[in-house]
């Protein structure tokens, strides 16, 4: 009895993992676009960017700190 009961839970356990194969991911799993830090070329996430608009390029900045210390440096 306890041999069948192993069985039927390897087989549920097997079946659940089979089946979350191929679902769409969950909301906030999606690839979020890489930017590039002008200032030390670290890449990370767009959202958490710091724009700067300048001569028609747009540049991306990880924090205040870097696009001071750029804009000092580029002046």
Same mark, same amino acid.
């Given at each position: 009895?306890?041999?069948?009961?192993?069985? *039927?839970?390897? $087989? *549920?356990?097997? $079946?659940?993992?089979v089946? !979350?194969?191929?679902?769409? @991911?969950? *909301? !906030?799993?999606?690839?979020? /676009?890489?930017?590039?830090?002008? @200032?030390? !070329?670290?890449? $990370?996430p767009?959202? /958490?960017?710091?724009?700067?608009?300048? !001569?028609?390029?747009?540049?991306? +900045?990880?924090?205040?700190?870097?696009?001071?210390? +750029?804009?000092?440096?580029?002046?």
């Amino acid at each position: 009895m306890s041999r069948l009961l192993i069985i *039927a839970i390897l $087989f *549920a356990l097997i $079946f659940w993992v089979v089946r !979350g194969y191929g679902r769409p @991911l969950r *909301a !906030g799993n999606e690839a979020q /676009e890489l930017v590039r830090d002008a @200032l030390t !070329g670290i890449y $990370f996430p767009k959202s /958490e960017a710091i724009s700067l608009s300048r !001569g028609g390029e747009t540049l991306y +900045f990880l924090n205040l700190e870097n696009r001071d210390r +750029f804009l000092a440096a580029n002046r």
